[in-house]
Structures are given as C-alpha cells and as structure tokens.
C-alpha cells in the first residue's frame, strides 16, 4: 500500500472559513479532522483535494483522514488508561471491517473485536495478533468456534447455553471466556440499534446468566473471567452507560467487565454528541461507584473511532427539477445502506464548488432502483451540475460493512489521505468478480 503523491505542483492555500449564504461553517464540525477548501472552493481531505481522488481512483469512493483516525483511537486508549489503568480499548470491527483498518488498529495498540470467521480472516491477514482478538456473535457455528480456537483467539464472549454445548465438545485446552449478559437498558436509539433490553435478542437475563457462569466455573477448560454487556449503537446520553454499568454490577465480582460500545456521534447540524471525555468520564465514574476496584474494564468503541473520519464521495449524473429538485449521483444505498436500513440522517456538500451560494434544497439520491435510495433529504447545497462531486459526511461506519450488488452495483475502493498523499487500501470490485461467483451457472 505505497503512498500516491498529490499531482498538485503548488502548495494551495488552505482554511476552513465560515462564509456567508451556506452552511459550510457548521460542517467542520462534522466533517473530517482534516479537511479544509481552498480559494477555489474544492474540498481538500487530509490535504489532498477531492478532485483529484475523484479522478485517479473514480467514484463512489470511500475517503478516510488517517491522521484524524490514528488521533480519535488515541483520545480513546490515552484517555481510558489516564483514567482507570487497568483497562482495554477494543475496536468493534464490525464498524469497518477492512483490513487497512485492522492495520491502523494494531499499530495504534488497539484490541478488536470480531463477531464472524470473516472479520477473523481479515484481522489475522492485517497482522492483528490472536492475542488481541475478541470474538462475539449470538449464532457462532462450530466452524467459526472452531477457527477461532485454531487461530489462538484471547477470548470468546459467550452468548448463550448452546454456545456453550459447544464449547464444551470442542475444547481441548483452556479457553478465556466472558458471558454477555443483557443489562434492561433501553437505550435511546433507532430500535435496530438498541441491544440491551429485556427483549434483546443478545446476552442472557440475570437469572439464566448467574446458572451458565456456575456451568463455566465447574469446567476444567471453560476459564470464566468476567461479563459482557452492549447496550446499543449510536448512544447521545452518556448517562445510559453509566445505568448500564451499576446494572452489571449485579451479576457479583469478577475480573474482567467488557461494557461494550455504542457512543453516537455528530452526524447533522443540528445533533449534540457528547465528547470521549465525558463518555470515559461516565464510565469511570460508574466503575468507581459500583465495580471491583481491581478489575479490568473494556470498551469496544467503533463507530465513535471511524464515523467522523470517513466521507463517501460520489458525481452528480442526473439534475432534475421536477415536484423537487433531484440530485442524483453514481452510488446510492448500494454503499450507503444505513440511509435507508435506520433512516440515519447525513449531511452534504458539493466538493468542488464548496464556496458557492447554497441556494437550493435538494434530494440527494442514488441510482438504485428504490424510492427509498434517499442519501440527504432536503439537502442545502448549491445549484448542482453534472459532474459536480458530492461529499457525504460521516460515512466512516458501516458504509464499507453494509456494502452491497444492488442493481449490479460494485463495492467502492476505499483510500486513506494523510499528509497530502492518497494510498489505495481496498480496490473498486470489478464486473468479472461479480461474476466469479455465478461460475457454476455460466459453466452449465
């Protein structure tokens, strides 16, 4: 993966100004760490203009600011440490599950977690340690059990009772294990976010929890260390985590208290999101208050780490002015599928014409063959042109992981910008890999 240079000969001036007649000054906050337009109104991304990613590596693309991610996943280790020592930061993979990803994440002294035999490939090919592998999942197979023991994995979060039939005939040397326990929390999210309620359908009650860690503790080669818990995804009320963790507290004293991820973060003009420092400082508060002050404590952060620092960048194909104005552009919910699978809300610009008057309210929508195919609803932006290249930002999570072949459509490469250079970490599927798979059917 060798760094690409710009093919600027001079060095642009750079800001992030807040001009009148647009919202550009509101997006920063949004946007990557580093990002910033010149005098001509073109996006730069970790000092590389969006123009010139759009031309050698085509659209839709996946951009991420390296910098600005190695940055977040230090907020998150440095912060944590300063604050309960004995601790661990996991990276929750299924955010970006890529292996320029796990790479930064073992770089930076991330631990991960994996909830499958493919996040397990990809992490092991990234040169992640086993040692630093978590693995989760309510359904694991024998053959992913299998794997992840073969592998060497640290540990593997139990889920349930069949899991640990399984276990139980597969073993053949002690495995470290934590049991996922469902906290009664209702987390304030979209309900297909919310995992830790009585209706979950991840972790054991209380009462059906305290019988299997009794069956873990009688095994010779179930090594029990502690509880798990994962109250949802895309949290805004810190105070929840803190609730979460005098719950789990109630299931007794143990080494080990993994208390999950899911901190939201600023997608829209209009959200609050709070701080890593005041999710770390509510988590620390709550440990202090109701945990062991011996033991060791967990999070598995994710989105909060990769959100921010990705963009999604796409062209304009089709304008039209109709009973709205449509702007339409070369991707859609094919690699944005989270629009349309929570109704998550994002916000745009167009990233050549930056510093242009907004003066129009758009509906930014893909090419896939769905009236729900919405990128932005009513989305302020200049008057758009085709050809004109637009930005969605804070695409960093579950973008690459939702990806899909709707309509035909091919997985977009990936690039991560640092430095004012551009390096390729996963290429743009071609028509002929979409096609491998249908082999037996041409051969027929």
Request: one cysteine or more.
């Amino acid at each position: 993966m060798t760094a690409v240079p710009r093919v600027s000969t001079s060095t642009p001036v750079l800001s992030q100004p807040t001009p009148e007649g647009n919202r550009l000054g509101e997006l920063w906050s949004i946007l990557p760490e580093e990002s910033a337009v010149d005098e001509a109104g073109v996006l730069h991304l970790g000092g590389v203009p969006v123009t010139e990613l759009a031309e050698q590596y085509g659209t839709p693309l996946y951009v991420y600011d390296e910098a600005g991610l190695r940055r977040q996943i230090r907020r998150f280790i440095d912060g944590l440490n300063a604050r309960w020592p004995e601790s661990e930061v996991l990276f929750a993979s299924k955010s970006f599950p890529a292996v320029g990803m796990y790479r930064v994440a073992a770089e930076e002294g991330l631990s991960v977690d994996i909830a499958g035999g493919g996040e397990l490939r990809l992490a092991l090919a990234a040169g992640v340690s086993p040692s630093k592998l978590h693995f989760h999942g309510n359904a694991k197979t024998d053959a992913e059990l299998r794997m992840a023991i073969d592998a060497g994995v640290d540990t593997i979060i139990v889920d349930n009772t069949d899991e640990l039939d399984r276990l139980e005939r597969l073993l053949t040397k002690p495995q470290k294990l934590l049991l996922r326990v469902i906290p009664g929390v209702d987390a304030k999210t979209h309900a297909s976010q919310a995992t830790g309620g009585a209706d979950s359908k991840f972790g054991l009650p209380m009462d059906q929890a305290l019988a299997a860690i009794e069956r873990m503790r009688a095994h010779p080669l179930l090594e029990f260390e502690g509880v798990h818990l994962h109250i949802g995804s895309q949290i805004l009320d810190v105070e929840q985590f803190g609730e979460a963790v005098a719950k789990i507290s109630t299931a007794g004293e143990f080494d080990v208290y993994d208390v999950g991820g899911g901190l939201g973060v600023k997608y829209t003009y209009d959200e609050v999101a709070p701080s890593v420092d005041a999710y770390l400082d509510t988590i620390v508060a709550a440990a202090r208050a109701h945990l062991p002050s011996g033991a060791r404590i967990m999070i598995e952060p994710g989105r909060a780490i990769v959100a921010r620092a990705g963009v999604t960048l796409y062209r304009v194909t089709t304008v039209k002015r109709t009973g709205r104005t449509f702007v339409a552009v070369d991707g859609g919910l094919a690699d944005q599928m989270d629009a349309a699978l929570t109704g998550q809300r994002f916000e745009a610009l167009l990233g050549n014409r930056a510093l242009d008057p907004w003066t129009e309210t758009s509906q930014l929508v893909g090419r896939q063959c769905e009236s729900g195919d919405l990128l932005v609803d009513r989305a302020p932006l200049p008057e758009a042109r085709v050809g004109d290249l637009a930005v969605v930002a804070t695409t960093g999570a579950y973008g690459y992981t939702l990806a899909n072949n709707y309509n035909g459509a091919l997985k977009p490469a990936i690039v991560f910008v640092r430095d004012g250079a551009a390096r390729l970490v996963a290429r743009r599927e071609t028509y002929e890999e979409l096609l491998a798979l249908h082999a037996p059917a041409l051969e027929g």
